[in-house]
Nanobody, 131 residues
């Protein structure tokens, strides 16, 4: 059974940092890129970051570029999202997901991640940033 379990969310003040983890099991971790998404209340789910296995290339949404860093530990089957300089607009539920087409992240014509290309999802972890 494929499982993705996010952890590390919480309440932090603006300017603070958090590290999210996504622990994966039930599939060959090396075969898939992993993406992070977030969904704020009343808003659509949006792609935040992605990391490939094939070449460890990464993608970041413009809104988090320079503040967030994605990494993966292929021994622990875990992907991390280091989030620095957090702002209230980063408040959302954060999800990780497997990229259904393989080990390399791809970006759509709009320059973002396509949520419909991700098939297995975790349950999410809440990140709340107070001003």
């Amino acid at each position: 059974e494929v499982q993705l379990v996010e952890s590390g969310g919480g309440l932090v003040q603006a300017g603070g940092s958090l590290i999210l983890s996504c622990a994966a099991s039930g599939f060959i971790f090396d075969d898939y890129a992993i993406g992070w998404f977030r969904q704020a209340p009343g808003k659509a789910r949006e792609g935040v970051s992605c990391i490939s296995h094939s070449d460890s290339s990464t993608y970041y949404a413009d809104s988090v570029k320079g503040r967030f860093t994605i990494s993966r530990d292929n021994v622990k089957n875990t992907v991390y999202l280091q989030m620095n300089s957090l702002q209230p607009e980063d408040t959302a539920v954060y999800y990780c997901a497997t990229y259904r087409w393989g080990p390399k992240c791809t970006v759509g014509a709009d320059g973002g991640l396509n949520i419909y290309e991700y098939d297995y999802w975790g349950q999410g972890t809440q990140v709340t940033v107070s001003s």
